[in-house]
Nanobody, 115 residues
């Protein structure tokens, strides 16, 4: 089993920055891909960014150039640096881990961007 705990959400004005962090514990050796997803009210959960154990990254087009995902395998953490935030970035952000055919989710952290 893997447990994921997010931190770093909050309220920020448009144009501001936030840094989300996710710490993994448990059978972390089984996780190959870590990612951040978000879900706005009334919307489906969507991929924001993901990173493999080797460091390859993918971003949704809406966040390219503004968000950066990083991973510290020694500390079992994955971070999402979010710059130039927009009101449409407002959502609950979830950390996700995938490996050995299993998917793990964190509890989510709220990000609210005011205009």
């Amino acid at each position: 089993q893997v447990q994921l705990v997010e931190s770093g959400g909050g309220l920020v004005q448009a144009g501001g920055s936030l840094r989300l962090s996710c710490t993994a514990s448990g059978s972390i050796f089984s996780i190959n891909v870590m990612g951040w997803y978000r879900q706005a009210p009334g919307e489906q959960r969507e991929l924001v960014a993901r990173i493999t154990s080797s460091g390859s990254t993918n971003y949704d087009d809406s966040v390219k150039g503004r968000f950066t995902i990083s991973r510290d395998n020694a500390k079992n953490t994955v971070a999402l640096q979010m710059n130039s935030l927009k009101p449409e970035d407002t959502a609950v952000y979830y950390c996700r881990g995938f490996g050995s055919g299993r998917i793990y989710w964190g509890q989510g952290t709220q990000v609210t961007v005011s205009s």
